[in-house]
């Protein structure tokens, strides 16, 4: 049996509708600790597009889970868990679509060493200042 584990966590997130217009983000598994909320580990502009808040709860070198709410509805979240071998990518909407507050979140666990599609050509690879991989598709 290989002994494997994931290293990056992939996000995309999208308010439009269609997933036309979405944000790609990618964590690095040593900065998600149980607690930590990835969504304020970036910075958007919070005021112009209602966000969800994501909360790790837990994180193994085979699994995550996480939980998925916006501010202020924190008994209406939704629980996610992805694990490598059995369910490594999934795509929930967050939110009422009566109410402006809703999102298509796609996750997916990538292994050390997998590829990662960006779309973009840049001379440094997509890294930003800090050594993370940030990518707007």
Same mark, same amino acid.
């Given at each position: ?12 997130l999208?308010?439009? @509708?269609?997933?036309?217009? /979405? ?7 040593d900065? %998600?600790? *149980?607690? /930590?909320?990835?969504?304020r ?19 193994? @070198? %085979?699994e995550?889970? %996480? ?15 992805l694990?490598?071998? &059995? &369910? @490594? ?14 999102? *298509? ?10 590829s ?22």
């Amino acid at each position: 049996m290989e002994n494997h584990m994931w290293d990056t966590l992939t996000l995309v997130l999208s308010s439009d @509708p269609e997933r036309i217009g /979405c944000v790609r983000i990618h964590y690095d598994r040593d900065e %998600l600790v *149980s607690g /930590c909320n990835i969504m304020r580990e970036r910075s958007f502009a919070r005021e112009r597009f209602p966000l969800p808040e994501i909360v790790v709860v837990s994180s193994t @070198p %085979l699994e995550i889970e %996480l939980r998925a709410y916006y501010e202020g509805e924190e008994d209406l979240g939704m629980d996610i868990k992805l694990h490598l071998d &059995d &369910d @490594p990518e999934m795509w929930i909407r967050i939110g009422d679509q009566q109410e402006e507050r809703q999102a *298509s979140l796609g996750l997916r666990l990538e292994e050390f060493g997998d590829s990662v599609e960006d779309g973009e050509d840049t001379e440094d690879g997509g890294y930003d200042d800090d050594g993370r991989y940030d990518a707007w598709a």
